[in-house]
T-cell receptor, first 114, second 114 residues
Framework: GAGVSQSPRYKVTKRGQDVALRCDPI?????LYWYRQALGQGPEFLTY????????KSGLPNDRFSAERPEGSISTLTIQRTEQRDSAMYRC????????????FGQGTRLTVV | SQQGEEDPQALSIQEGENATMNCSYK?????LQWYRQNSGRGLVHLIL?????REKHSGRLRVTLDTSKKSSSLLITASRAADTASYFC??????????????FGKGTHLIIQP
């Protein structure tokens, strides 16, 4: 596709349920990033991949959060046993190979845990 | 944690005036990027300045970088109503093995009064 695509755009879930957020990066982009953005704040880094390899997951808040990119393209961010504090905008971005590129962001998934 | 700190947090000016936003950061960087976020929309990359550059222009945008002071500024000239948005600086620090995630500040909310 033309840009980074995230689905769903909105997700409302009950506390304790698991959710899976999907990101389809721009074709040919090697690096894929997940961020979380609270209202009125800047995006906060969660994790990133080069191809299928998860290079850094230091930003994941706890072990309820995990991410995968099994074929080096589409990625899934999974949150298990959701809590109200997980409510936020989850943003995915991708960038071309190499260093020094800007990140191309998707529209995000707004997660609300009730 | 967020490395960048934008200043001011909010800025309101008249259409046609220039808007200046500042960003300070804490660690050595490879490049610094500015992004815009319109209400309810995704993040859009505006400009990237590398650590060995001091100034960069793109249309009505001018970015400066002072690595000795660990600070950057974004100047928008001849502002328009459509420039109303939140503006974020983001720093990139590359370790070994590929692109790392961007570290964003909290943003400056710019309002252009017609």
């Amino acid at each position: 596709g033309a840009g980074v695509s995230q689905s769903p755009r909105y997700k409302v879930t009950k506390r304790g349920q698991d959710v899976a957020l999907r990101c389809d990066p721009i074709s040919g982009h090697v690096s894929l990033y997940w961020y979380r953005q609270a209202l009125g704040q800047g995006p906060e880094f969660l994790t990133y991949f080069n191809y299928e390899a998860q290079q850094d997951k230091s930003g994941l808040p706890n072990d309820r959060f995990s991410a995968e990119r099994p074929e080096g393209s589409i990625s899934t961010l999974t949150i298990q046993r959701t809590e109200q504090r997980d409510s936020a905008m989850y943003r995915c971005a991708s960038s071309p190979p190499g260093q020094g590129w800007e990140a191309f962001f998707g529209q995000g998934t707004r997660l609300t845990v009730v | 944690s967020q490395q960048g700190e934008e200043d001011p947090q909010a800025l309101s000016i008249q259409e046609g005036e220039n808007a200046t936003m500042n960003c300070s950061y804490k660690t050595s960087i490879n490049n610094l990027q500015w992004y815009r976020q319109n209400s309810g929309r995704g993040l859009v990359h505006l400009i990237l300045i590398r650590s060995n550059e001091r100034e960069k222009h793109s249309g009505r945008l001018r970015v400066t970088l002072d690595t000795s002071k660990k600070s950057s500024s974004l100047l928008i000239t001849a502002s328009r109503a459509a420039d109303t948005a939140s503006y974020f600086c983001a720093t990139a620090v590359y370790g070994g093995g590929g692109a790392d995630g961007l570290t964003f500040g909290k943003g400056t909310h710019l309002i252009i009064q017609p």
